[in-house]
């Protein structure tokens, strides 16, 4: 370590993934004691900032873009790398390391490919089998590559993203819970007790990451809503807030409900939906209510997310393609893929699923993002006692 006063470099390589950013770290790159670790990442990211800003350090002041993963090869059979992401609070010091990003999960093959932890073909696709360790699950990323480097650029278009990229196919294998059964109660759907909200029906789900479903209409809403309409809404943010950790502790989680609130912020999400129906995203753009099968509205610690998170994609598409579950009822029956409408636009999913002894079982779900390098270099954060 240097002295006081001077700036340590760690080597890192700053990416978007899907409709998300976050710092990518080698895991031999950051100290190996998991306190210390989140006590570096914090710094990286700017946390906790009082002023909700992360102004001195690489966040964006977003639950999108508070965020870091960690690569390393893999030591476990049929995977090339380990995946570990940790979704950073803004206001306060806290790593959540309980769930995925599905959507940083898309820049992890190309990622992996720069450090040279994937082999992959001079031109073509490659295939890069990746250990996604905070739900211990494994998920397939098909990386287009030309001339020997990642094809980044490309014409296709993620809705919530502004500029076209190369599509990279996920395939999320086997994503719901250990042992087959995804719900967590037994039951597609679920009377939740909220002191200060009532009786709540929820679709209690593990695929892709924890996730609550409720209908829009439970909660007063349509499922049109932008995010201007839901963070603006301090009561109708705590009455979300209230279901999820209710939730979480129903789906054991966490051990109470104030435990959810403060200590696991990024798990389970809480989504609610709405009938398909025409309305306008946040950039003006008009969607046609044919041209969509159902509207989705995710939030991501505490605020409504402005597109859609990858694993609740991902939640949402095995929710569709089994009966009974507050998604596929809304849809009005079972679908294996569908198009969603989200705040900035829309997505398409698709599941396969299928009733094993008496249990639903998904598969894979399979969803396309795209990913790029923004910058590559080290970053710098100031030389404490960690």
Known sequence: MSKLG??????????????????????????????????????????????????????????????????????????????????VAIGQPLVDWSGNCGNLTSAVGPFSIYRGLADAPQDGMAVVNIWQENIGKKIVAHVPMKDGEVQELGDFVLDGVTFPAAEIKLEFLDPGADGGNMFPTGNPIDIIHVPGV???????????????????SSMGLTGAERQGDINSDANLLARFEAIRAH????????????YAMAKRQH?????????????ATSDGKQIRGED??????????????????GTGAVAIAAAAAIPGTIVSR??????????????????????????????????KV?????????????????????
């Not at 989504?271 to 025409?278: D, P």
């Not at 569908?338 to 598969?363: I, Q």
């Open 6 to 87: 001077k700036q340590i470099k760690i080597p890192a390589i700053y990416m978007r993934g899907g409709t998300s950013k976050g710092v990518f770290f080698l895991k031999e790159d950051l100290p190996a004691d998991p306190s210390e670790r989140d006590k570096v990442l914090l710094r990286v990211i700017g946390s906790p900032d009082p002023y909700g800003q992360q102004i001195d350090g690489m966040g964006g002041a977003t639950s999108s873009t508070s965020k870091v993963v960690i690569v390393s090869k893999s030591n476990r059979p049929g995977c090339d790398v380990d995946y570990l992401f940790g979704q």
């Open 330 to 363: 809304i849809l009005g029956g079972t679908r294996s893929e569908l198009r969603f409408g989200h705040p900035s636009g829309t997505l398409k999913v698709g599941a396969e699923a299928a009733h094993d002894h008496g249990e639903w079982v998904v598969t």
């Open 247 to 258: 939730g979480a502790v129903i789906m054991d989680l966490a051990e109470s409900v104030e």
């Open 198 to 216: 009532g009786e709540v029906e929820a679709t209690l789900i593990n695929a892709g990451n924890p996730a609550i479903f409720v209908s829009a």
């Open 366 to 386: 399979a969803v396309s993002r795209s990913a790029r390098r923004l910058m590559e270099g080290s970053v710098l954060i100031p030389n404490q006692e960690y």
């Open 267 to 279: 798990t389970p999400k809480i989504a609610f939906f709405g009938k398909a129906a025409s309305y």
């Open 292 to 309: 969509i099968d159902i509207m989705a509205r995710i939030l991501s610690m505490g605020k409504l997310h402005h597109a859609m998170t």
